[in-house]
């Protein structure tokens, strides 16, 4: 991995974070997953057996150690495409 952010050319750092990871309709946060992560834009990078983890994560049938209630609202505006 590079030392910068593909899309802004920031600085890219590793760190630990928080995911808000889909998989199908299942929605759930996985916590402290490793990162790299740009200090300009917040993307963020993963290698491929971290993302190959929090996918068997989601399939799985793990405990989750806490629950959170999540708001879902629909954005009602037409948003015009040109």
């Not at 050319?9 to 928080?18: A, D, E, P, R, S």
């Not at 299942?26 to 057996?49: H, R, S, T, W």
């Not at 209630?69 to 009602?76: Q, R, S």
Request: glycine share 4%.
């Amino acid at each position: 991995m590079s030392n910068r952010c593909c899309f802004c050319k920031g600085k890219v750092v590793k760190q630990k974070v928080n995911v808000d990871f889909r998989w199908g309709e299942n929605l759930m946060v996985i916590e402290d997953v490793p990162a790299e992560v740009c200090q300009q834009c917040g993307e963020k990078y993963f290698q491929a057996d971290v993302y190959k983890d929090m996918e068997k994560l989601a399939k799985g049938k793990a405990r989750p150690s806490r629950h959170l209630t999540v708001d879902v609202i629909k954005f009602d505006h037409p948003v015009l495409v040109q």
